[in-house]
């Protein structure tokens, strides 16, 4: 079956390995070195990110609400007429309302730390929209989409933009090995993943704790989470021959592995640093050697977790599981096995450096193949329309963070730890294309009639434009109607 469009080099350098062309970007005669040129100028920490609050701030502040959240529950708790002030309150909304608010000017209620999230989106899009390095940008969305935390659970709120743009960013040119270290250690996944409060049933706190959890039922101990999505979604992939028995041995060598600033109690002495900080207690730590994978790993506190990340990194079952992953994101939903095999064999002659995985991707023919495009995601083709248009600047407060939720992919929220699909399937149902042709007129609306839809056409789209589109762009009736048209356009949804 005719692929419905049909792109020349320059837009698939511009749209498949981009984000979309903004004013005065061309691509020029050498589509791969376009690409492969902006490796060597990528800024890590580019202006939009630079006036964030630090991880250490942002912890503070969603541990200073956890402790207002929990002397409340306690007074409420304490109270001899609880039953009695809780049936009051719940007649009296806008008391809720108010008090809410005080907290919320205090700086540690639940809309302010909702407040560091949109600021964090916002700059992550204005990081999209302005970039000069539109291929590695790429990337980064990319690798947060693989090592996935969400938002929808309450502790990654404040800290999902800083994973990103401290555990992603820093290390999309470097080794898989430091990018995987990066991501499990960053108090996002941990906190995420429940890794923050896993224990060793035979740690020096797991037996201490042992008898008070079996008297009032508390749930403290082994955590498997995060293990197992390290096995099944960072590294080796599904179904790949790892063991029930791998999942709970790695989860008992990440233990110990914890974040600084959230313990109470005794527990806080125990755990050194600054809030944020990743460290690893011994207290903690499920003590003896590991046998995962049929590889024993002895006895050496944090290093035995970083020793078996440091493993799995190298695994010819990784490097197969992040080649498909990769191939299906450049060249096609169903990935072509030469390209896999090629991106295979870069990623273990190079030990992992991505750098010379990427320089495979961009010299692999089959990510050129005009006749297997790609259906852009939502956040894909919103930004590859305000590159289009020109904008620089974002619109209120909250910038497109409603926007990104009304067309069903949310900044950070995946909902699950395997992050957000890559196919047409995911992302071309009737109804999401009907959203689409709605917030497309609502952004050419926005635009005006500032500028000509057919010079835009041809800067975004220099040879990817079917005569049809071109001509229905051309016939219409105001520039507004035109860039409509342009964005809506079965070109302009695939990339």
């Known amino acids: 079956m005719q692929s419905p469009v049909q792109f020349g080099a320059q837009t698939l350098a511009l749209h498949r390995f981009g984000l979309g062309a903004r004013p005065g970007e061309y691509v020029g005669d050498d589509p791969r070195g376009w690409a492969l040129d902006q490796l060597q100028r990528f800024e890590p920490a580019p202006e939009a990110l630079t006036e964030l609050p630090s991880r250490g701030e942002l912890m503070t502040a969603f541990a200073d609400y956890r402790a207002m ?32 608010r005080r907290r919320n000017r205090r700086g540690n209620g639940p809309n302010a730390l909702r407040l560091e999230f949109i600021k964090a989106a916002n700059a992550r899009t204005m990081s999209a929209i302005t970039t000069e390095t539109p291929f590695a940008e790429r990337m980064v969305h990319f690798w947060s989409n693989h090592f996935a935390v969400s938002a929808d659970k309450q502790p990654v709120v404040p800290l999902a933009g800083n994973y990103e743009f ?31 409060q896993s224990i060793g049933p035979n740690s020096m706190v797991g037996q201490r704790t042992a008898r008070r959890r079996r008297e009032n039922g508390r749930q ?32 008992r060598a990440l233990t110990g592995w914890t974040v600084a600033g959230l313990a109470r109690g005794r527990f806080a002495r125990l755990v050194p640093g600054e809030p944020g900080e990743t460290r690893f207690v011994e207290a903690i730590h499920e003590p003896g050697s590991r046998t995962i994978l049929g590889k024993r790993y002895s006895e050496s506190g ?57 320089q495979a991707l961009v010299n692999s023919p089959e990510a050129w193949d005009a006749s297997t495009p790609k259906f852009r995601s939502p956040w894909d083709w919103t930004i590859g329309m305000l ?56 952004v050419a609306n ?11 056409a041809e800067r975004a789209m220099p040879d990817g434009l079917s005569e049809a589109t071109t001509l229905a762009i051309a016939r219409a009736e105001q520039p507004s109607t035109g860039m409509a048209l342009l964005f809506a356009s079965p070109e302009f949804l695939r990339r």
């Open 302 to 358: 944090g290093e035995q977790a970083m020793a078996v990340l440091t493993d799995l990194a190298r695994s010819p079952k990784t490097a197969r599981h992040l080649a498909t992953k990769l191939a299906r994101h450049f060249a096609a939903d169903e990935p072509p096995e030469a390209m896999i095999a090629r991106l295979e064999e870069a990623y273990l002659s190079s030990d992992g450096d991505l750098s010379t995985v990427y």
């Open 387 to 442: 590159r289009a248009a020109g904008i620089d600047r974002l619109p209120g407060r909250r910038g497109l963070v409603p926007v990104f939720q009304q067309l069903g992919q949310g900044v950070w929220l995946p909902g699950s730890p395997a992050g957000w699909g890559d196919t047409t399937a995911t992302w071309a149902g009737p109804g999401a294309l009907m959203m689409r042709v709605e917030v497309a007129q609502q």
């Open 69 to 100: 959240v929990r002397r409340e529950r306690n007074a409420r708790q304490d109270s001899p007429s609880m039953d009695i002030a809780g049936a009051a309150m719940a007649q009296q909304p806008d008391a809720a309302a108010a008090d809410q």
């Open 220 to 251: 403290l101990g082994l955590n498997e989470n995060l293990a197992r999505e390290v096995l099944e979604l960072h590294t080796l992939g599904v179904r790949t021959g790892y063991s029930q028995s791998d999942v709970t041995e790695l989860a």
């Open 166 to 196: 401290t555990a992603i960013r820093p290390n999309i040119l470097g080794n898989f090995r430091d990018l995987l270290f990066a991501a499990v250690t960053h108090p996002a996944m941990m906190l995420y993943l429940d890794q923050a």
């Open 446 to 456: 926005r635009i005006g009639n500032s500028l000509d839809p057919r010079n835009v």
